[in-house]
């Protein structure tokens, strides 16, 4: 007969009985969050949460006890359980709904703690006492939870000395550690928010301008006289401006579509040779129309890969488009490509404007764009969905510019197709 | 007999050129065009025009370095100058020292007209 493993396998229980006891809670439960495999972000959020818990059952109810327990269950979870005989908790229902105003501070634990965990249960009886059970899924690569590993950590928690001074500072430096990264975090959210703006400016400027041909245009062909040869050229600029605002506003979706995972390939064999001829072919007016050289610097060898034709065109046509579009010119541009055992190499490079090492490293974010690159207009999302597609792919992206005025490098690897 | 007055139009988008040439051909200007700050000025180096529409957002030189340019050089000419802009924003938080005309894209072509006629 098979041995039956208990799923649930206690590992330590600790009282509460004075005030330091809840710091010693708090320090248990990091090195059991530790140990089991949790994440530093999540040992803090385990850790904070049980001693929030463990303080109220010493604050309001004289003290409890918290047990420790390891559910060896599909998915692994650590479970706390922090009891006391106190009087209950009368306000509970208003606290759990997030409308309770505290007088004192008290439900406010109950509130914090909830959100760090991934379940939290409370039974609160008047009279009674209150079980909190708080619930975190181990992370999924974790170790599995077996009653050895379980019977080795109650071991090694049984020698280890329970010093509340050291864990009150251990708490301390984790503050302070919190405080940088939200300080961090901060600027973060303040530069992408900065960026966003730049960017609404721009959709609105960009959308602007091919409104003004579109409306100048239709007022001026209201007016009765006419002739034929301004009522033409007039329908032509009209046509023209329209698809610019509707390349603008595909942009626009397009990046929006990346950003929430929607965008799809339809993935065959494409050779990389096919996808350059046909933009060397396309982009022949502009390269005339900017007085700038193209070169190819490819043999014949096919440069076979699994991908979607339409998006490669897009990536490729839109590396090339921009690389004439900051080539003044004279300048030239050069389209490479090898293959090796393992990969396709595409690059573009020109000896245009360049990229300043500001900006280097923020290219292929959504809304950015150097000073430069927003007097040529646009929108500053051409490279952030190449770099999506790119990597939709399987391949990589590079850029390489020694600054400004020096020219870029655009650098794509794809896995080759055997 | 008067000569007809020039005008300079200054924007890198051609749907917008041709379509502010086409109106002030019909007001009997005669027209010249530059596709950035950089031909701006050095058609503005050589020449006198009665009225100057210009674009801020340009390649290589835009419109805010072409107004500190005649600030410095021709300042005569700034009172010709009608800015042309979807950042109007933009350029009063760009030229704080110098006065100029504004008229915001998308613009209405008869109010384009009375403040051209207002340079002249």
Known sequence: MARVISQSLPIVTALVRQSKDWIGARQRAQIIARALGFSPQDETRIATAVSEIARNA???????????????????????????QGPGIVDLDLILSGRYRSPNGLGIGITGSRTLMDEFAIDTRIGEGTVVELRKLLPRNAPPVTPDVVASLTDALSRRPIDPLEEAQHYNQEILRTLDELGRVNRELQAANEAKDVFLAAVSHE??????????????????????????????????????????IDDVLEAARAHTGKLELELASVDLQDVIDSIWSTVQPAVADRSVNLERQTNGTPLLIRGDATRLQQIIGNLVSNAIKFTPANGTISIGASVDDEHVTVSVSDTGEGITEELLPHVFERFRQGANSRRHGGLGLGLAIVSHLVKLH?????????????????????PLSR | MTTAPRALVVDDDVAIRVLVTRILVRRRFVVETASDGAEAIQKLATGAYAVILLDLMMPRLDGVGVMKFLAEYHPDQLARVIVMTAFGAYASSHLPAIPFRLIEKPFDIHALVREVEKCI
């Open chain 1, 58 to 84: 010493f604050d309001y109810a004289g003290g409890g006890k918290v047990e420790f327990i390891a559910d060896a269950r599909e998915p692994q979870a650590l479970l706390v359980r922090i009891s006391d």
């Open chain 1, 207 to 248: 959308l602007r301008t091919p409104m003004t041909a579109i409306l100048g245009w239709l007022q001026m062909l209201e007016g009765a006289t006419v002739g034929k040869d301004l009522h033409a050229e007039g329908m032509k600029a009209i046509a023209s401006a329209a698809k610019v605002q509707a390349r603008l």
């Open chain 1, 394 to 414: 399987g391949g990589t992206i590079a850029v390489a510019s020694e600054g400004a005025g020096r020219g870029a490098c655009f650098t794509i690897r794809f």
